[in-house]
């Protein structure tokens, strides 16, 4: 199971996220990324976390002003980043060619989809992976795996109908441990999650719940 | 085979090549439909060829000024529309949402894409048909059949893959009968055109000419 | 003071609205516009009622599929075009190039504006007029001429600053005769609305109450 | 005259250049800026050079993954930002909003246009400068101080009838220090420029042409 903990444009503390990361993930194995603002990527990567950017534009080298270049964001240490997270819907043309930018920088592709349509559509896209995360779950209280537990099932069939290579993932909602087995129950090899972890009075403690089950 | 006979925004008369349109498609028992201006769908429907909108937005009835309302394009006349035009391309959950828009409508969707890959990826969202049209053939003189002939076959068996049902038609360069029926050898049930019909001195001459083969 | 219902994308039968809107102006002599779907422009136009696009696009003729043609929306009978509206937020340049694509068509262009700031600016691009909303108020009980009446004067000055040739308009939830006087006192030279004339049980005495301190 | 590099996405090597900058900016007592990528705005001004961002997201803090948070910039050392370049053109109520939300930051504001019409409308919004770039000229070889003087000189005019406070600036084609003085000769209080330094093989030495008349 694959823990991406986003920061959005969060007032947090990038660096106090990531070192809690890096410690829950050595102390407990599991596998733990931070995605923080691209301003704080070299900062949060220098703290040994896993580190994802939130977006890559659609091209490569050139006369791109205002884009957030795959080679730009590798070269400050993201090893991975999301594309079309539901804050940052883009255009199916450009999703392909973000994936395509990211790969040319050795970055993970995980490509995020509201419902289970668009998740087998983004699978045949080729990224790594997709994120199945209902809109109106997002920042709520009730996690995806419990309030709509079918939208993630149908999402892991709908990618492996596509794609048997390409890993889901859930978000929306998730914030304890019983959250993240439930998801892994309902096929889900990692989870996305932002306030819960972001936002906590104590983001290692929040990490250690979520990690508990696994 | 199917031929769509795209307007844009183009200086012709929509009513002379509607006109064509429906005496060819009459004769010669092809069918080809006429996709003219939103503003121009009603006296265009009036000519009796079949007729398709350029675009159809993403939502229902509500507070949506300035889209393209899929119940107004049909109440006019409209029995189809293309969604996603290399000249219009759209988000990927907004081509999902407009899809399910003109479905409501009872409108038949046809969604562009550029390549192979997003061919699949449109397939998986359930519309009728996906249109492969190299964007950097458009407009020009070459087909796509026989400049790139793998780029139909690969979005042919792209989509296939995904859902059968799901018909391919190819566009791009195409205007001469040749062209027509050596897409259909590659698989493509449908054409799309734009130029070599609406520029054409005599739209009805070249709408002949395009359907001698078949 | 000039009257322009906006239909937006409404489940209102627009002959209905338009035939109304066309009675009370004759009756009033009060100057008033209805704004359908494109695809309904035509048949609205035909009812003899001032007729208004609710957007065009940036360009002029070529290859724009899926565009709203200025030119086209006139030859359907439109006369003026809203651009910018807060459902159909556009770029900057985009809407210098719809006023000039508008201009070119012959169009009375209106670009609509949140504030007193976006005011000035659009007024700085030569529209005919420009319509204040405050987002916040459109859709709303209460009118923006008591509910924010600072914003309509701050308005009025902010265009006059830059261009005393542009009318500015104002709208959100104005639907009553009082709240179209009290706009007038504040200095607006027409009104924007919508649901208050589209979804009344009656249009004709909506728009007869409207009118009705004029 | 204020000399602002802008790095786009160009395959350079930021920290030459902005080493570069701060010595050819120490030495004569010229002020220049560098823009690098989002995700090389702190090593960029570890070098001590003065340093902007590209773009600036017109949200504050909250749920706005991959957006480019203004605080976020600030935070790894940017003291300005770039608006609306024209390869990355935005909506007229985002910049305004995204000019509000650098100076909840404390950054600095410039933002680009097309036209003098398009000037005067973002000088109406209250930046601290508006840039004129006619796009046909960017990354060409003539200056648009030589090949159109009129829209430098019409630039400055329309600001200055809008806001006397706000600075113009000019770019596209500027690559000499001939250049520069003839910018200034028109009015303008700044350049931007980006291939004639960024890409140039002695980034110094093209540095200290460009302040080489003032």
């Not at 900062?43 to 270049?69: I, K, M």
């Not at 804050?87 to 995980?110: F, G, Y």
């Not at 099932?153 to 990618?159: F, K, M, R, T």
């Not at 914030?175 to 972890?197: P, W």
Request: aromatic share 2%.
């Amino acid at each position: 199971m694959f823990i991406l903990v986003n920061l959005k444009a969060y007032p947090c503390d990038p660096i106090a996220v990531a070192t809690a990361a890096k410690e829950v993930a050595d102390e407990s194995g599991v596998r733990i990324a931070v995605s923080p603002q691209a301003a704080h990527i070299e900062r949060v990567a220098e703290t040994g976390v896993e580190t994802w950017a939130q977006h890559v534009s659609p091209n490569g080298y050139g006369s791109f002003t205002g884009s957030t270049l795959a080679e730009a964001v590798a070269d400050a240490g993201a090893v991975g980043t999301l594309i079309n997270h539901s804050e940052n819907r883009r255009k199916l043309a450009d999703i392909d060619a973000s994936i395509q930018a990211a790969k040319n920088a050795d970055l993970e592709t995980c490509v995020c989809a509201n419902n289970p349509r668009q998740t087998g559509a983004a699978a045949a896209l080729g990224p790594d992976s997709v994120a199945v995360e209902p809109p109106e779950l997002i920042g709520g209280d009730e996690s995806v795996s419990s309030a709509d537990p079918d939208i993630v099932e149908n999402a892991v069939s709908a990618a492996a109908a596509v794609d048997e290579s390409v890993d889901v993932y859930c978000g929306a909602g998730v914030s304890t441990g019983e959250d993240v087995v439930a998801a892994g129950e309902l096929g889900a090899e990692g989870i996305l999650l932002a306030s819960g972890v972001a936002k906590a009075d104590d983001p290692k403690e929040a990490l250690e719940d979520l990690v508990s089950g696994l």
